[in-house]
């Protein structure tokens, strides 16, 4: 998954940007890269498998978070609008923390303690998390009794079949495509061929991929064995579309929910009202709580606004929380060393590694040279800076996050642990042997406060090697729709991605299989290397998840120092902070970020 506004399994300013230029090419952060040996824990923590829960696992109502009490409306303070709210095209942090409270899944994580550190896989419209006879290539899913959309419309297998097949339209082209490459056994976009226009033309999946025998049963078949199915139908991207109510495109906008609230109102770019969605039945739903009865989310509060909100915490700030947004960088340090904020302030590691992508697509991108001179000229301090330093990221290394198996944290191919201000010399050089000194440099950033920040001082050390860089902004809240477009003019770009589960085969596929290539696809550099297509096809075999993740490490150094289609920059971390009237506030490692579900107001 990508980070939101920036693309579950972050975007944190501390100098002014004139500033930046000036000290973006010094060391930056701290002398360790970052580390801290309670955030160190919490990363190896979230490396476990979850485990998959049983039937009565799976019944509701979810256990009561202590010392909550219904009645009162939260305010969520919001940095980017919400481009999408159509399931099938949801795969961005932002919307996945906001479809927690809209939208539900056959299965979802339940969490098993009150600091959201420990979880079972569980159904979620389904009676369990599924079961499977043959290792994998069939499973079967019992619908619960009672379950509804919004409008008080049943949620039968009607719906579920719905749900999967409109996912190969080509309208839906932003969201996970896991399990539709998985029912289609074809690799990229290749899964479209199994059903070209979704159901709208009266076409449907076969009994033999997806049988819905009656209302209440769902079974998938595959060709191989899918143990993850369980863990992928957890994801947002997943959850129930009503057939009655979809509206195609338009759904996008105004999707039928069912979870615990609905939208009552949505002004794109300025607000959103959640209410109660009164044909939710707790008794179904073994994750989620409706303790408020409402929310109401302001847009374009960026993260220095949200924070300063929050700590003065005054008036309808005092119930105020913020999904996504995290503590700026300015007052990081005051928020972590006030003892008072203790309460209201939960953080942990996210599984995000950020990267500069080189579109591969780019006819001057394909020298290696040039590639290369990118990698090493390009100074990652600025990027840690400006989202808080030591405390909000770590200097990366590698493409696998310290929160996934295979992660090498001594692995450092561009040298930006030991220098993070980049090696300007060695990158000349490269740019020398190219014959390409002065060549223009487009940097597509994000425009925000911190995009704008880090993208001018990274480009100040790029000029220091040689290139011309030229910068362009993109707004947020579209930033990852503009630079999935296969035609796009940017020749470098930063994006962040996440494991969708604790296993880099939700890594490195998605990102870096050339035939992921498409409009809307995550496969941002554009990149098809024949070796990496089909390491990714043999490692997938693997069923062992101790060989797989070895098998994956490799795979992420080869890509590095093979191919160099992208440069790490950091490991998220994330620090957040509520109202002091905000109830059952914590750190969930699963939605990496504030548990929505369960917040009360005191």
């Not at 499973?139 to 297998?157: C, E, N, Q, R, V």
């Not at 006030?338 to 590691?349: A, E, S």
Request: aromatic share 8%.
């Amino acid at each position: 998954m990508s980070r939101g506004g920036r693309h579950i399994h972050a975007t944190l300013a501390l100098l002014a940007a004139g500033a930046l230029v000036l000290t973006g090419c010094s060391e930056g952060g701290s002398k360790d890269g970052g580390k801290d040996k309670n955030q160190e824990k919490n990363a190896q923590r979230q490396q476990s498998t979850i485990e998959f829960g049983k039937a009565a696992d799976s019944q509701g109502p979810a256990a009561e978070v202590p010392g909550a009490k219904p009645g009162g409306t939260i305010s969520v303070l919001a940095r980017d609008t919400y481009a999408h709210l159509d399931p099938a095209q949801i795969y961005v942090q932002d919307e996945m923390s906001v479809a927690q409270l809209l939208h539900r899944g056959l299965t979802g994580y339940k969490a098993t303690s009150d600091d959201g550190s420990k979880h079972l896989l569980v159904g979620d419209l389904a009676t369990d998390s599924g079961t499977t006879t043959d290792g994998g290539k069939t499973w079967k899913y019992t619908l619960k009794d009672g379950i509804k959309f919004a409008d008080g419309s049943p949620i039968t297998a009607k719906d579920v079949r719905h749900t999967f097949e409109r996912m190969f339209a080509p309208f839906i082209n932003q969201g996970p495509s896991y399990i539709q490459q998985w029912l289609a056994d074809a690799s990229g976009a290749d899964y479209r061929k199994l059903l070209p226009d979704g159901p709208y033309k009266g076409k449907h999946l076969p009994d033999t991929v997806l049988e819905t025998p009656d209302d209440k049963t769902v079974v998938f078949h595959f060709k191989k064995a899918r143990p993850d199915l369980p863990y992928a139908l957890a994801m947002a991207g997943y959850s129930m579309v009503s057939e009655k109510a979809d509206t195609k495109q338009k759904y996008d906008k105004a999707p039928m929910t069912s979870g615990p609230y609905k939208i009552q109102s949505f002004k794109s770019g300025k607000s959103m009202v959640l209410v109660k969605n009164t044909n939710w039945d707790p008794k179904t739903d073994p994750l989620r709580h409706q303790y408020v009865d409402g929310f109401n989310i302001a847009f374009n509060y960026q993260y220095e606004q949200s924070t300063k909100a929050m700590l003065a915490d005054n008036g309808a700030d005092q119930t105020a929380v913020s999904f996504s947004n995290a503590v700026d960088a300015g007052n990081l340090s005051k928020v972590l060393g006030d003892p008072k904020m203790k309460d209201r302030t939960v953080k942990g590691y996210q599984p995000y590694v950020g990267q500069v992508n080189i579109n591969m697509s780019h006819a001057q991108m394909k020298d290696k040279k040039i590639r290369e001179a990118i990698a090493y000229a390009l100074p990652v301090t600025p990027f840690v800076r400006a989202y808080g330093g030591a405390e909000a990221m770590e200097v990366a290394g590698g493409l696998i996050s310290p929160t996934v198996s295979g992660h090498d944290p001594a692995f450092d191919p561009f040298g930006k642990k030991k220098k993070p201000a980049g090696d300007p010399v060695k990158a000349k050089k490269l740019l020398e042997e190219a014959g390409k000194v002065g060549m223009k440099l487009t940097f597509g950033y994000i425009n925000t406060t911190e995009g704008q920040q880090y993208s001018t001082a990274m480009a100040a050390g790029l000029e220091k090697a040689g290139f011309n860089v030229q910068r362009q902004e993109i707004p947020a809240e579209t930033f990852y729709d503009q630079v999935s477009k296969l035609d796009n003019n940017y020749d470098i770009f930063h994006t962040a991605w996440g494991a969708d589960w604790p296993s880099a085969s939700t890594v490195l596929p998605p990102l870096y299989d050339g035939r992921q290539i498409a409009e809307g696809a995550q496969n941002y550099s554009q990149i098809n290397d024949p070796h990496v297509n089909q390491e990714i096809d043999r490692i997938n075999t693997i069923t062992d998840p101790v060989k797989a993740a070895a098998e994956w490490e490799k795979l992420d150094k080869y890509l590095l120092t093979e191919v160099v289609n992208v440069v790490p920059t950091a490991y998220y971390k994330q620090v957040q902070i509520a109202g002091s009237k905000i109830g059952g506030l914590v750190y969930d490692d699963v939605i990496s970020g504030v548990d929505a579900r369960r917040l009360y107001v005191k």
